[in-house]
C-alpha cells in the first residue's frame, strides 16, 4: 500500500470519523475533530491513500510536553506501516519542537496498542480508574521521555 503523511484539513475529517467509528466505542463526532482544526495545541498528522484518509495521529502541545490524544488506522490500512509512519511523524515533531516528552492512556485490554507504542519507546507509569466506557475498563498512562532536565 502507497501512501503519505500530510497535515490534517478539514477534507479529511469525514474519513477519520468513519475510522473512529471502525475502531473505538466512543468514536469522536465530526465536531471535534473540526474543533482540533482551530485548536492551537492541536498537531495532526494523516496517512493519505487514493485521497482519502486511512489513518491519523493527533497530540495536544503543551508548553514542553505531549498529549497524544488519538491514533487509529482502518482495517484495511493495518500491518502496512501507517501506524509507525504517523508515530515516527509525530516524534520528529516532538523533538524539533522541544518537547521533555509524550504522554498517553490506553485501555488496560488492548496489548496490540500497549506493545506498539512500548515498540516506540513509552512505558506504563500509571493507571486511570474506569477512564474507558462501553465497557467501563481502567486505562494505562504511557509515557515517553524525550528530554533530560
Known sequence: MRFTIE??????????????????????SYESFAQELVNRMAVYSVAVSDKRCVGYMGMHHIIDEGYITNIAVTNGARRHGVATALMEQMLT?????????????????????????????????????????????????????????
Not at 478539514?10 to 470519523?17: A, C, N, T
Not at 475498563?137 to 509515557?143: A, K, V
Request: hydrophobic content about 35%; glycine content about 8%.
Open 93 to 149: 515533531y516532538a523533538r524539533k519542537s522541544g518537547l521533555r516528552m509524550m504522554s498517553l492512556e490506553v485501555r488496560q485490554s488492548n496489548q496490540v496498542a500497549i506493545d506498539f507504542y512500548r515498540k516506540h519507546g513509552f512505558e506504563i507509569v500509571g493507571f486511570r480508574k474506569n477512564y474507558y466506557t462501553n465497557p467501563t475498563e481502567d486505562g494505562h498512562i504511557m509515557t515517553k521521555i524525550l528530554l533530560n532536565g
Open 7 to 28: 497535515q490534517l484539513d478539514g477534507r479529511y475529517i469525514p474519513d477519520m470519523v468513519e475510522i473512529e467509528k471502525e475502531c473505538f466505542s466512543a468514536p469522536w
